[in-house]
């Protein structure tokens, strides 16, 4: 997952950077509006943190701007301004979610990974991994744009691992996704669905690694 920070203060930019690359997300950043959207033009960002005070063109006209040349990216305001005008105004204007500065790490990654999953399951945009693309709304998946047959659960296993890429997916929060088919599912249950998995990701060269005691993870794929 990529996200593009909207920021011109260098030292808060740098903080948020470092957190969210910790997280185990790939993180750009832009000093101005105008900077971001050439960002937006040549590459493609699973989300943006806009700050609203920018030199040049200011958050919230940035963000009416995307939203009315359609870019549905999802978008968390990151400000310092805190009334509740200034949220509902972010909001109004296109934003997904909003945070007050000062803010704390672990709750903007939860906001995050909320929104991301909220884009992933609501649009149609597909996750990609390498050659590997499932496509959220349709729940089918490819190899190299051929047809790739999943059984629901091995479907489940693989939406999660790569949503949570290139972080690692422990056993128990399989078994629980798992659980609104099989109640009594058991961690060795998961393992069997795994090793069925992995063959047939082999086309792609596409690994699940065993985290030995903790679960499952994939590496990220380099970009071709
Ligand atoms: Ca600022």
């Given amino acids: 997952m ?42 493609i960002f699973d989300l943006a943190i806009v700050d609203i005070g ?29 009334s509740m005008e200034d949220t509902v105004r972010g909001l109004d204007v296109g934003a997904d979610d909003y945070m007050c500065k000062p803010f704390r790490l672990p709750e903007l990654v939860a906001r995050i990974r909320a929104l991301i ?7 149609d945009a597909s996750l990609r991994h390498g050659p590997l693309a499932l496509n959220t709304a349709t729940r089918s998946a490819t190899i190299d744009d051929r047809p790739l047959d999943l059984t629901n659960r091995e479907w489940a296993i693989l939406e999660i691992l790569l949503m949570a890429s290139p972080g690692i997916v422990s056993k128990d929060r399989l078994v629980q996704a798992l659980a609104g088919w ?31 005691g903790i679960g499952y993870r994939m590496d990220p794929v380099a970009e071709t």
């Fill in 2 to 43: 990529r996200i593009l920070i909207v920021e011109d203060d260098d030292l808060v930019a740098t903080g948020i950077k470092q957190g969210l690359r910790q997280a185990g997300y790939t993180v750009d950043l832009a000093g101005s509006a105008e900077e971001a959207e050439r960002s937006l033009r040549s590459e």
């Fill in 54 to 82: 920018l030199p040049g063109l200011d958050g919230l006209s940035f963000i009416r701007q995307l939203r009315s040349g359609d870019n549905p990216i999802p978008v968390l305001v990151l400000s310092a301004r805190a």
């Fill in 117 to 123: 999953r909220r884009s992933n399951t609501l649009t």
């Fill in 182 to 212: 099989d109640k009594d599912i058991t961690p060795n249950a998961i393992e069997v669905h795994v090793s069925r998995l992995r063959p047939k990701l082999a086309a792609g060269n596409i690994e699940i690694r065993t985290v030995r």
